[in-house]
């Protein structure tokens, strides 16, 4: 089985309605945790890299690795580039053997949006790969760089026709109130459970809705869509970590935003928790353990133990390979 691009994919999980999960990879441990347990639900993955994972890993050790992942499961995966910034960007990957691409321009005026995008699509697709874009813009961190609350705004529904005919984008990414990285909220944003757990503002469906409306069929991502598990926040905070109030989406809501137009969600964050979490806790039960594969592989289970409850839980994508 080769690499895939997410056409098909999209087309089953919009049909079916489900969501297939897009996990961003850094290094080994994280592809295989991901793979092991999309192989044994039979789900269909794409496997997403960031301009910063390419910088830390090297593209090609992310290319190899991902091969290496098909070769051992023989699941349909999809290799995306997340966040690509700029036209070279997308072009090195496209040229490297990436099935898919994400031009974010989500900065950008509408106008220059679509021209940016219209540019790597016309790129994209007379190399057999697919694009992302996105409309409308996140708050959190990407790439190191923090887009601020106030900065952020929802996608308008008003613009989405225009902008996939004027691009001939593949699926679109929107804003719905999610965000980047372990902080999505502001204590203020939310209120308290009674465990004093915070409970964030629900995303606007309403806005989901009307984009589904303008666009039937078509594909809608969900970026910054990580649920921050507390119980990976409590590993973490008692075993030396310090995370007050890390705080990310319900999973029901992401559960209801799979059934609906929504065919990928993007999950980093959890990722990184359960990493750290496994580690951080293997440190403090074993101080005289000092061989990386006795505590990475702790990560490495959680992350597997992780994806699995997503694939099944969240994305509804098991059994779908
Ligand atoms: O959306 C951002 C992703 O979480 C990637 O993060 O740029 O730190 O690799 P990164
Ligand atoms: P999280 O920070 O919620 O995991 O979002 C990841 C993401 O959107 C990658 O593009
Ligand atoms: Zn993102």
Redesign the pocket.
Known sequence: MPLVTTKEMFKKAYEGGYAIGAF?V?NMEIVQGITEAAKELNAPLILQC????RK?AKHEYLVHLVQAAIEDTGLPIALHL??GADFETCKSCIDGGFTSVMFDGSHYDFKENIEKTKQVVEYAHAHGVVVEAELGQLAG????VKVAAHEAHYTDPAEVEEFVTKTGVDSLAIAIGTS??AYKFTPDQCTRNEDGILVPPPLRFDILEEVAKRLPNFPIVL??ASSVPQEFVKIINENGGHMPDAVGVPEDQLRKAASMAVCKI?I??DLRLAMTAGIRKHFNEHPDHFDPRQYVADGRANIKALVAHKIKDVLGCNGKA
């Open positions: 961003n850094n960031s301009a910063g994972a830390y997340d966040h961190i990407e790439d190191d980047h990285g970026h910054g993007n980093d964050s």
